[in-house]
Nanobody, 121 residues
Framework: VQLQASGGGLVQAGGSLRLSCAAS????????GAWFRQAPGNEREFVAA????????YYADSVRGRSTISIDNAENTVILQIDGLEPEETAVYYC???????????????WGPGTLVTVSS
């Protein structure tokens, strides 16, 4: 499975971001799509995950209530939207695919190269 994220860039504090993760290859081997983020000097942090049938969504406490993860099965794309961004949410955002719905990076088998999101104050 190959993953490619897009949609990063510069966002003003209080603004929104919409990231897309396009999957190709043996996508049927994965049943969960997820997003993580990693700020400089920090560990990789779980953001949100979704089962590829769209039935179950799982959010980190830090983004619950102001974020939405969704899936476009026709395009093999997982989409993440976060509203009300803060400067401390500046990070490289990574998409991942795996077989188990989890907040642990170790549960995911495939990773995209990441896309930088910078939130300016």
């Amino acid at each position: 499975v190959q993953l490619q994220a897009s949609g990063g860039g510069l966002v003003q504090a209080g603004g929104s971001l919409r990231l897309s993760c396009a999957a190709s290859g043996r996508t049927f081997s994965s049943v969960v799509g997820a997003w993580f983020r990693q700020a400089p000097g920090n560990e990789r942090e779980f953001v949100a995950a979704i089962t590829l049938n769209g039935n179950t969504r799982y959010y980190a406490d830090s983004v619950r209530g102001r974020s939405t993860i969704s899936i476009d099965n026709a395009e093999n794309t997982v989409i993440l939207q976060i509203d009300g961004l803060e400067p401390e949410e500046t990070a490289v955002y990574y998409c991942a695919a795996g077989r188990i719905l989890s907040s642990s990076p170790s549960r995911y088998d495939y990773w995209g190269p990441g896309t930088l999101v910078t939130v300016s104050s």
